[in-house]
């Protein structure tokens, strides 16, 4: 399972979150954390690390209503860069870290 983060920091304990998902679900995982590349689009993080895969699952965050357009259009970019994807609604990113929605 592979994660993207912003901050190395927090790679620990997103895979120590991300086994303890797979725990509760009954999913052995094997987390993969990957620290963004300020000057890499996370498309192409996606689409290198994605290639190969048979079904991407995109966490996507819920948009704001101001930004419905760049938000679809960032969408359509990460569909297109990746073959079979299943998109979910996934936990907010804070500080390189998984929160819970409120």
Excluded: C, F, W
Excluded at 24 to 29: A, S
Excluded at 53 to 63: F, K, R
Excluded at 82 to 93: D, I, M, Q
Aim: proline share 3%; hydrophobic share 45%.
């Amino acid at each position: 399972l592979l994660r993207i983060i912003n901050n190395k920091s927090g790679a620990e304990d997103t895979a120590a979150h991300l086994r303890e998902l797979g725990k509760q679900v009954r999913v052995h995982i094997e987390p993969v954390i990957i620290v963004a590349d300020a000057h890499k689009p996370v498309t192409e993080v996606i689409a290198e690390n994605s290639a190969e895969a048979d079904l991407t699952l995109l966490g996507m965050q819920v948009p704001h209503h101001d930004d419905m357009a760049a938000y679809a259009t960032r969408l359509d970019e990460l569909v297109q860069s990746v073959g079979s994807v299943l998109l979910v609604r996934n936990a907010e990113v804070k500080e390189g870290l998984l929160v819970a929605l409120e």
